[in-house]
């Protein structure tokens, strides 16, 4: 499932029980640009078992700052509320994937 992370979710998507995949970017990045539609794939394959959720650091700055976000894309990877797994910049669904599978 993908959904659209806002201040008013973001905690309680962190600790839902399921997962949560956050990749945070903007509309002028680039490589952000190549990235999503790869986590928008892996949400699909995930459906069910991990939550997705896309950030906009420009509509989020809170968010992103919150979390010590430097650069973008930065995919971060939620348990149980905890930060477990970090990534920044682009990559192949291949390597997103191990990722994702780790987070189960």
Known sequence: MEVTITSENFEQLKNGEQPLVVDLWATWCGPCRMVG???????????????????????????????GVRNIPTILFFKGGELVDKFVGAAPKSVLDEKFKALL
């Open 37 to 67: 539609p790869v986590i928008s794939e892996l949400a699909k394959d995930y459906d069910g078992k991990i939550v997705v959720g896309k950030c906009d650091v420009d509509e989020n700055e809170d968010i992103a700052a919150e979390l």
